[in-house]
């Protein structure tokens, strides 16, 4: 028998007394000062700056992953991780690049849009809309900010909830989000109270709002309803290279919480996310997760069925052109008895992109009377594009139904025949037939993203843009 | 030998905040001293492979969290209060007699 | 650093010495170069290495283990015994676990001018011959693969000359070792362009001997251009063997592989099922049955490689597991990019029988060619309630009910053996595999 005693207890090396906030500056790079210069900035209670130092030992201490995308790129020390220099701050709609300016113009995104998601000006224009919708979602007593005021206005309900989805040392990418976090939603939806608007990233009222490391933190109280969406289909520039944001969301009995993300970060940005939830008892999450920028994402929303009677549904759909490589999926985990999951991802490749799912079912002992199914599609443009699927799969319990399917394939020849024989050119045909692949995920969307997406989908075909 | 009461080590050895991991009949045990307090549960984190005793310990809400993924035990009762754990690690007895820590397993 | 090289032990310089005795200078040097790669490479460990993730051999300790001696007695009477039932026409290999190698019925291949011995032997006469058939197996592809590499002894050889359509089959009888030994057996077959082949490999030991014992096999098959390969391999080891095993065939031109075969016995299994699907035109057919029972862990990999154009390939593993007993199923589909028209399918299916039983799997693909189709589909399920009331209402026992509906599910696998002796032999066995449980659960519903 081998005995080996060892410290588990650790004090910070730079115990949060110690820290000289004032000898931080606005410099690239990640450090205890730079965290403890964070907190300080937002005048955050001693627990949150205990977690944050904490997660920033844990990413320091973590290695990178060993699977999945090519990571090698990124220049941790090269970044900033809070505050910027002066000079990047006062940037104008001149200074977004003419590749994203023209595609704006051919999606017929409103100038007020533009504006925001450019990052030139904080505030929404249409200020009736936004101040009514504001209103209501008072009246019905749903809390909506970012969490920096969650934080601090909400701090009972805050606390019970932050981190107890994704603890800060899960992985190295939540570890560094959990160091520096910075802006993102915080939600809750008070018992019975269905919100019948999405609620969108910029009805909040903050300008932090495409930050790298943005923190969602999202509460449906029992029976309550809430759909979130995220992103948007424009291409959005962002000057960071490198995006981490956690996502959190507990559905407490009843509850049903559908978030929906549609991201088109530029072709310079690693976006590694981490998003999960909890269904309780009788409650519903659904994923409805798009993913067409970036240069590499990494992303695998999950639900923990927790509760009897709980379902999950993930929605995938991924388009990967030269130089990218979406690494998605999703993940179900059943703990208990009765609950049902279905995932169905669609992917894309072009050119010499790359797309890969990566899921994981599994189904524990105790978890009797479980249906769960996944479904994914691969579609090659090109004779350079590449597709990956790793699907996992653990069932430990017998009174389980379960199917997995996937497959790869390029684009019928049949099919384009067809369709040019209807006069239709060979360049449109696989245009129709891609929408048309993707038609399960963009009927899902609100129609105002619908008909954006669609629009976005043909000029990416149309090799126009990326 | 579920029940039988196995001596594993010496209270010396396992000062407050600190911990040890010892295999009983090749089963890995870890055993935590919180605040003067002995607890005892099974080394293997129920998530993934990983070693229990190499985690963090949370004296506050005498909690382990576990190195790999940082899911937190209650120390007390094995229960996995964080996910990505879901399910809990098995408790054992353990008790001081003479000087020497003894553990007996839980089937 | 391996624990496993210490004196006197199954895997040891001693052993080594034993094997570079035997063998020539080429095989010598093969043998010294594995063993080198074997000591310096770690264990497969579950918390690191990928396709070991669920499946822990911790508690495996090699170096207790005595090298094999002879086989057990009564031992060489089974091998025939099967045989005789399920294809007396056969040539029939049998290798000992120490490497004594007898031959019987071969004439009539013989005569076609096809090369039968053990494979030692094959080394010292037909030395190219031998090292085409090892040429798809690399000294350190794995841990186990060099510890086989190192120490195989005896094994079966066949060579299959051009244009040569083996009258016969040929039966391959590999004996396990005795108790706390472990034993390495070794099948190469070469089969020369447009020649046929059916090959039955049957690993055995005493039926329901307790004793703990280590197996480590490696099959390599070369096809060349046009070879049709049918091969049948049977694994039905005692109750608590560690075995680990690699089957390997490398596909010519327009070859055809066809694998049909059933995993029974052993504690724990970890078997990778390869097939290089090199020459345009190439196909590959696997299909497989797997019961598992009591606390087995049968873990099965395969690889469908497609290489060169046109090529198919088509896995199907059905698996039924009940008690405590654990499958694992992970395979890849991976397609290169000039691999255009590549057709690729993975299906597994798996029937817990029990709670307590537990199935995982992760089939996976990677894609890098446009021009293709390929996919897989993987099931874990249960027998329905409807499915079990109605064989209960008719008064039909527990026992029973549980063999017919596992042989139902089976059928559809069993049905496609070549030979209907072959097949009517394998129906025998699972039906006794299956009786050989306690009283069944079947009747409990969930």
Redesign the interface.
Known sequence: MTVQAHELTKDYKYGFHDVDVSVFRTEKGISPEVVAAISDHKQEPEWMLKFRLKALDHFFKRPMPNWGADLSGIDFDNIYYYIKPVDEMGRSWDDVPDSIRNTFDRLGIPEAERNFLAGVSAQYDSEVVYHSIRADLEKLGVLFSDCDTGLRDHPEIFKRYFGTVIPPNDNKFAALNSAVWSGGSFVYVPKGVRVEVPLQAYFRINSDNMGQFERTLIIADEGSYVHYIEGCTAPTYSNDSLHAAVVEIIAERGAHVRYTTIQNWSDNVYNLVTKRAIAKQDATIEWIDGNLGSKVTMKYPSIYLMGEGAHGEVLSAAFAGTGQHQDAGSKCIHVAPNTTSNVVSRSISKGSGRTSYRGHIKVLPKATNVKANVRCDALLLDEESRSDTYPYMDIENPDVTFGHEATVSKVGEDQIFYLQSRGIDEQQATALIVNGFFEPFVKELPMEYAVELNRLLALSMEGSIG | MVGEWVTVARVTDIPPGHAARVEIEELPIAIFNVEGELHCIDDTCSHQEASLSEGDLDVERCAIECPLHGSAFDLRTGEAVTLPAVEPVRVHRVEVSDGMIRVALSG | MTEAATAAGAVSRESLEACLATSPGWLADRRNAAWDAFTAMPVPS??RD?DWR?T?IG?LHLDRFAPAGPAAPGLLELARGRHATALPGAALIVTDPDGTVTIDHAEALLAQGVIISSLEEAAERHPELVQRGLSGIGIDDSYFAALWNALWRGGAFVYVPAGVQAMTPVWVSHLAAGGDAAAFPATVVVLDEHSSLTLVEDLIGPGADPAARVSVAVTALQLGDDARLDDIPIQQLPPATWHFQLRRASCGPSAHYRLLGATLGARLQKSYWDVILDGRGSEADILAVCFADADQHLDHQSLQLHRGPDTRSNLLLKVAARDRAQSVYGGLIDVE?GAIHADGYVVNR?L???????????????????????????????VDDEERFYLMARGIPADEAERLVVRGYFADVLDRLPIESVRDWLVSLLDSEIGDGGPSRFGEA?
């Open positions: 579950s918390a990928e669920r822990d508690r990019p798996n817990l029988l029990s709670q307590g039983a537990s199935a995982s799997g992760v089939p996976r693909l990677e894609i890098k060619a446009n021009d293709v189709r390929c996919g897989h589909g993987t099931t874990v399920g249960h969930g």
